[in-house]
C-alpha cells in the first residue's frame, strides 16, 4: 500500500500538478544600462547641473552657487561666501574638462579659452597645477644643486627653502594677480569675472611643467631657451584670451594687455634665475 501511495505521488509530480522549470539553457538575463565602462561617464548624472553651475560674470557667483546647495540651515548674504558649498560648483569637472583645458593652454595662439570656459570655470584645474609645480620645481631645482656640487666635490646640504619659495610664488601669483588684473578692469568698466581670471592663469602655468623638467639639462643657454619658450607661451596664451574684453577699456587697452604679457614673461624669469643659478 505504501509503495502504491508513493507510485500515484510521483506520477502526480511528472503529470503536471507542478509547472515545469524551464531550460536554464534558454534563461535571458537583462541588467540596466551603466556607464561604469567609461571613464568619466558620457552623461551628467554625476556633475552638478542647471542652475547650480557657475554663472557667467563671477560677481555674483558666491550668492548664486550657494543658493543651489542651501539647504535652509546655512548662512545667507554674504556670509554664504564663507561656506563650503559656495565653492562646490568649482571643483565639480571631468577628468576630461580639466584635460581639454590643458590641451587648450598648449596652443596659445586660439584665444578662444575664455569663451569655453565662461560658464563653468574651475579651480580644481589651477589648484593642482599650481601644487605640482611647487614640488617639481622644488625637486628639480634640489637636483640641479645636488649635482653641480657632486662634480665640483663640494658638500650638498638639501635647502627646504626651495618649497617654501615655491609655494610662495605659484600660490601668490595666481591669486594675486588675477585679483589685481579684476580690479584695473573693474576701474576701467571692462567685462571681467573673478573666477574666470583664477582659471585663466592657473591653466597658463602649466607649461611651466614640462619646462621645469626639460630644465635638468646642464646647459645655459638650452635653460635659458626653455625658459624663453616657456614664458613667452604661457604670456600669449593669457594675453590674447583677455585682450577681447580689455579692448572695451578704452585706449589704454594696449598697456594692459602688454603689461599681462611682460609680467608672465617675468615670472619665467624669476624660476629661470632662483632654480637654476647654482652657486657652488
Known amino acids: ?29 537583462q541588467f540596466a544600462d551603466s556607464n561604469l565602462q567609461t571613464f568619466p561617464p558620457s552623461d551628467a548624472r554625476g556633475k552638478i547641473s542647471g542652475s547650480s553651475r557657475p554663472p557667467r560674470d563671477a560677481d555674483d557667483t558666491f550668492s548664486k552657487a550657494s543658493d543651489a546647495s542651501c539647504d535652509g540651515t546655512q548662512p545667507s548674504g554674504w556670509l554664504q561666501r564663507f561656506t563650503i558649498g559656495a565653492y562646490k560648483p568649482y571643483f565639480d569637472v571631468d577628468t576630461s574638462d580639466v584635460l581639454e583645458r590643458i590641451k587648450e593652454s598648449l596652443f596659445p595662439f586660439k584665444g578662444s579659452f575664455t569663451e569655453k570656459i565662461a560658464d563653468n570655470p574651475d579651480l580644481y584645474g589651477p589648484f593642482w597645477i599650481c601644487t605640482t609645480l611647487i614640488f617639481v620645481a622644488a625637486a628639480i631645482g634640489t637636483f640641479v644643486t645636488y649635482i653641480a656640487h657632486k662634480l665640483n666635490k663640494k658638500d650638498w646640504a638639501y635647502d627646504i627653502n626651495l618649497v617654501t619659495w615655491s609655494a610662495g610664488v605659484f600660490y601668490g601669483y595666481v591669486t594675486i594677480v588675477p585679483l589685481g588684473l579684476y580690479v584695473i578692469l573693474k576701474y576701467f568698466s571692462a567685462p571681467s569675472g573673478l573666477v574666470q581670471l583664477f582659471c585663466l592663469y592657473g591653466y597658463s602655468l602649466f607649461i611651466f611643467i614640462p619646462a621645469l623638467c626639460l630644465s635638468v639639462v646642464p646647459l645655459e643657454i638650452f635653460r635659458w631657451v626653455i625658459a624663453g619658450v ?18 572695451s577699456a578704452g585706449e589704454r587697452w594696449f598697456l594692459i594687455v602688454a603689461s599681462i604679457f611682460l609680467l608672465q614673461l617675468a615670472l619665467s624669469v624669476v624660476l629661470k634665475e632662483y632654480l637654476f643659478t647654482v652657486t657652488v
Do not use: C, E, W
Not at 503529470?15 to 534563461?27: K, L, N, Q, R, T
Not at 616657456?230 to 579692448?247: C, D, E
Open 1 to 29: 500500500m505504501m509503495s502504491g501511495n508513493y507510485t500515484s505521488l510521483d506520477n502526480q509530480k511528472v503529470s503536471g500538478s507542478v509547472p515545469a522549470v524551464p531550460d536554464p539553457g534558454h534563461v535571458t538575463v
Open 230 to 247: 616657456a614664458g613667452f607661451m604661457s604670456a600669449t596664451f593669457v594675453a590674447l584670451n583677455l585682450r577681447a574684453h580689455i579692448k
